[in-house]
């Protein structure tokens, strides 16, 4: 007996570890995935990034874009990855942001999916789908504020602007000062890039740019299950701690968990059950959930430091957008006390809508994130 614990000791360790290097090596492939990207828009587009991308120049639109390639891929960080990636090839920053900002929406799919899981018992479903809902409704009014803000003041332009002047200033666009992972990249890149070049710089291009999503997918889903199964446990204990200590803690605690788990939906998705099922009352887990926004802009800062060359300074610009943006709305709404409670309001009446009439569910799905994005597009 003493024997075969001992013997099992050693495995488990070295399982351990297998998982902490296969995480660093998923960690390194998204770095690599979002150099392709930014290499691929550079070679297929030249210097027209500006004008491919005029379909999106409406504000609007580029929110559209970003909410729903969120909620198709279902993980803001891979969508902002491939924005800081587009960037760094050319896409200008004012149309990068609003699409930045419609990341954030839609993201919060999943949690309206975990909650139909207590579609069968009326209460536990109320609380569920609230519980589900008010990341959307908080998000949809931080955009509602912020955008409108962006497009007559740009504030998140002119503060992302302020924290990378120091680059500016300089003139060191391509960020050499701060390259440390751009060595372990470029090479690898580089030999990537080289037999794709047969094709013709639009068409060697264009398959970079689609190798460097897939990579990015993979790596941030690989990455999403390995930080679960290292740091579950670790999250869960905090989360514990954290319920209804006040909303500053809520929210701190809600970003550590985002960061440890590298996923703002496995984050608020633990919510829903615990609150459906009645352990959590809505209102504490509100500060948590509105971490979580907070918590998952790490990925993109990271993404930000793999990309090199003259537009590196935006990437991490936009990566800071994305930062910025959720600390600027987690600020001004909880902050207000008539704005705090909207999301409360809004998650409570639709989920009294949805007791009553189930078709609602899929009635709030389809038209946020299909048929409103699939018209503003049409008519923009």
């Known amino acids: 007996m003493n024997q075969a614990t001992t013997s099992a000791a050693p495995s488990t360790g070295s399982s351990h570890w297998l998982r902490w290097a296969n995480l660093a090596f998923m960690l390194y492939l998204l770095l690599l995935a979002v150099s392709l990207v930014s290499t691929g828009f ?9 004008e491919l991308f005029a379909f999106a120049s409406h504000p609007i639109a580029g929110l559209m874009i970003g909410m ?26 004012g149309i990068a942001i609003p699409m930045i900002m419609g990341a954030n929406i839609g993201t919060t799919v999943t949690n309206t999916i975990v909650s ?23 998000n949809l009014l931080a955009v509602a504020i912020f955008l409108p803000l962006e497009m ?84 869960r204990e905090i989360l514990k701690s954290a319920i209804g200590r006040g909303p500053l803690h809520g929210i701190f605690s809600g970003s550590v968990v985002t960061v ?25 887990v509100y500060p948590f959930t509105v971490g979580a926004n907070i918590g998952t802009c790490i990925t993109a800062l990271l993404a930000a430091t793999a990309v090199s060359g003259e537009f590196a300074v935006f990437a991490l610009q936009i990566a800071l957008v994305h930062l910025v ?56």
């Open 42 to 50: 550079k070679i297929s587009t030249g210097n027209h990034a500006k």
């Open 152 to 235: 007559m003041f740009g504030i998140l332009a002119k503060t992302s602007q302020w924290l990378v002047s120091p680059f500016l200033a300089t003139g060191n666009l391509s960020m050499k000062s701060l390259d440390f992972i751009g060595p372990l990249t470029k090479p690898v890149a580089a030999a990537i890039k080289e037999p794709l070049l047969v094709f013709g710089n639009q068409v060697g291009g264009a398959i970079l740019i689609a190798l460097g999503v897939l990579m990015l997918f993979i790596s941030i889903t690989v990455m999403g299950k390995l930080m679960k199964s290292l740091m579950v446990g670790r999250a």
């Open 325 to 380: 943006f959720n600390i600027f709305a987690t600020i001004l709404i909880f902050g207000v006390p008539f704005l705090r409670e909207i999301p409360l309001k809004g998650s409570d009446y639709i989920s009294d809508m949805a007791i009553k009439n189930k078709s609602v569910v899929f009635g709030y799905l389809a038209s946020v994130f299909i048929v409103i994005p699939a018209a503003v597009l049409t008519f923009t």
């Open 260 to 284: 440890l788990v590298q996923s703002s939906s496995t984050t608020t998705s633990l919510m829903v059950p615990l609150v459906g099922s009645g352990v959590l009352k809505i209102r504490d």
């Open 68 to 93: 729903v390639a969120t909620a198709l891929i279902q993980s803001s960080s891979t969508v902002t990855s491939i924005i800081v990636g587009l960037v760094a090839g050319g896409l200008p920053v």
């Open 116 to 138: 139909l899981g207590h579609i069968r018992n009326k209460e536990e479903f109320k609380r569920a789908f609230a519980s589900a809902t008010i990341h959307d409704f908080f």
